[in-house]
């Protein structure tokens, strides 16, 4: 097929030429004296994109999956009681795999398009007297729905309840791309996947413990085995890895985190949200809606958008493809056929995402959704226009 196709799926992302050219390098010796000149910068620097100090990073070689089992597993005891949000497919997995090894969890359901209920938590924290639950388990943005909730105000609700629970955080499609601080708001583990705002493919758990969460770690009960931190901590002091890394995947890292550290990340959170607003822009205009309920939801990172009654998002998603060399992320558990998503986050900018609007627009009219020519892209269009930052002079 001519040209090449349009990655808009929520992730895996698109990869900076800067970080391929950075993975391709020959195999080397994972034990070798000098490697650990490659490895201790880098989980040093991991902390700022988690935005600790006093917190302790890790790197598997896994996924965001594994991220749930090993912050988890390196906290908590079978038979511990932890309190979740249903409210999309990544915060069912979770609490479903919690169920799985072993913990007690109290789901509370949320309608599928909003976020943590915040009184409802403070009043279900108060209620805890006897402290029975252990843990919160939150995920930041759930990439199913494209909702993002308050963790600052899980922290205050915490707070205000006076509560020991730890703050669990599946920041897998946040982190690098969404504002996310560990230390400021209490949060005691946070978890993200490579193939996000990091901009690498799938293959690194990246994880950041708090103190409180690496003390844990000692009376922690569930079983484990490869995920267990206490290896890394043992082998990452000298900098190394308790077993064989992808070396590629971790040079790849270094250069995501100075390309992040580079534009800063005030200005990735707010390059982000920028386009994003382009994205609900085009949705508005053309007369859908987002399954975020409302604005205070809305996610920065990828954008669940609605199909009018009798229409199905699959015909939209399989034309985008076919026709038109264009990726858009699916409808996921009870969302099937209901959504598709158009993924804003990692290495982009507006042109990039010009594409995904026009194409998009393109496949709604071929499916006989009605929508104005033109009027997706010419909202985007204009808000960029309107927001983009001064020119410097011309030399």
């Known amino acids: 097929m001519p040209g090449r196709n349009h990655l808009f799926v929520p992730g895996p992302t698109n990869i900076p030429d800067a970080i391929l050219n950075a993975m391709h390098v020959p195999m080397e010796d994972h034990r070798r004296p000098d490697f650990p000149e490659l490895i201790k910068p880098l989980l040093e620097d991991l902390k700022k994109i988690f935005r600790t100090e006093a917190g302790q990073c890790f790197i598997f070689p896994a996924t965001g999956t594994a991220g749930w089992e090993i912050a988890l597993t390196n906290t908590l005891s079978p038979g511990d009681k932890v309190l979740a949000y249903r409210f ?83 920041g897998v499609s ?21 193939q996000k705002g990091f901009m690498l493919p799938a293959g690194l758990a990246l994880l950041a413990f708090s103190p409180k969460a690496l003390a844990a770690r000692h009376r922690a009960k569930c079983r484990r085995g490869f995920l267990d931190i206490q290896d890394h901590i043992a082998q990452n002091a000298d900098g190394y890895f308790p077993y064989t890394p992808s070396i590629p995947l971790l040079y790849g890292l270094r250069k995501a985190i100075d390309l992040l550290l580079e534009e800063g990340l005030e200005q990735v959170y707010a390059r982000h949200a920028r386009l994003a607003e382009g994205v609900r822009r085009a949705v508005a205009a053309w007369g859908l809606k987002l399954c975020a ?67 998009t627009e393109m496949a709604l009219r071929d499916c006989g959704i009605p929508v104005t020519p033109g009027s997706g892209i010419a909202a985007a269009a204009e808000y960029w226009r309107e927001t983009a930052p001064p020119l410097a002079p011309r030399r």
């Open 88 to 170: 999309g497919q990544f915060s069912h997995l979770w609490i479903d795999l919690a169920r799985r090894i072993g913990l007690e969890v109290e789901c509370v359901e949320v309608p599928w398009g909003q976020g943590v209920p915040l009184d409802r938590l403070e009043q279900r924290l108060e209620a805890d007297s006897a402290h029975e639950i252990k843990a919160l388990l939150i995920c930041h943005n759930e990439t199913a729905t494209g909702v993002t909730s308050d963790l600052a105000g899980v922290r205050r609700a915490l707070d205000a309840a006076k509560h020991p629970a730890l703050f669990l955080v599946d």
């Open 174 to 194: 946040s982190v690098a791309s969404l504002d996310f601080r560990l230390d400021e708001w209490g949060i005691d583990v946070g978890l993200a996947g490579s």
């Open 293 to 359: 309920q409302e604005p205070k939801w809305y996610s920065d990172t990828v954008s669940a958008i609605l199909v009018p009654e009798g229409f199905d998002a699959r015909d939209v998603m399989h034309c985008a493809y076919h026709r038109y060399h264009l990726s858009l992320g699916a409808g996921l558990g009870e969302l099937a056929g209901k959504v598709f998503r158009i993924g804003h986050l990692g290495d982009l900018n507006e042109l990039m995402l010009a594409s995904a609007i026009t194409g």
